[in-house]
């Protein structure tokens, strides 16, 4: 097994659109039901929602790699991204890192993914760790 970066053809993957036509219909009409039901939440619902769906991506991304992480910890510390009011003494560095890497990602999606981005992520997620000789690189 190879992992992504280490094909010969990283970041620059190619693939058959054919074959994903009838997901990706699917996915746009069940994106449409959802954004019309979104427009109509509040804007505190919408802020909560924003954090609870990104928070919940953080955590299973982190259970993947076998990192379970606090999930007050880690909706605060998104709160705090966004510039909502939170307790900022129950934020743990791992569940901030995450945080930073996921407003980023929330933020700059559209962005092309590069080494650079990659190296600004691990830094975000690892910069806590003092056991590593190489973060961000």
Same mark, same amino acid.
């Given at each position: 097994m190879k992992w992504?970066? /280490? +094909? @010969?053809?990283?970041? $620059? =993957?190619s693939y058959d659109t054919t074959k994903l036509l009838e997901l990706e +219909? /699917? #996915? #746009?009409? +069940? $994106? &449409?039901? #959802?954004? &019309?039901?979104? @427009?109509h939440l509040t804007s505190e619902d919408k802020e909560w929602l924003k954090v609870e769906l990104i928070s919940n991506e953080a955590l299973k991304t $982190?259970?993947?790699e076998g990192e379970y992480l606090d999930r007050s910890s880690l909706q605060s510390s998104i709160r705090r991204y =966004? &510039?909502? /009011?939170?307790?900022?003494? @129950?934020?743990k560095p791992e569940e901030n890192g995450i945080a930073a890497l996921m407003i980023d990602l929330y933020k700059t999606y559209n962005t092309a993914l590069s080494h650079e981005k990659l190296y600004d992520w691990h830094s975000k997620l690892l910069g806590h760790r003092n056991d590593l000789e190489y973060i961000g690189c």
């Open positions: 992504n970066w /280490q +094909q @010969k053809d990283w970041p $620059s =993957f +219909q /699917q #996915l #746009l009409h +069940q $994106s &449409g039901i #959802l954004f &019309g039901a979104y @427009k $982190s259970e993947i =966004f &510039g909502l /009011q939170v307790d900022t003494s @129950k934020i």
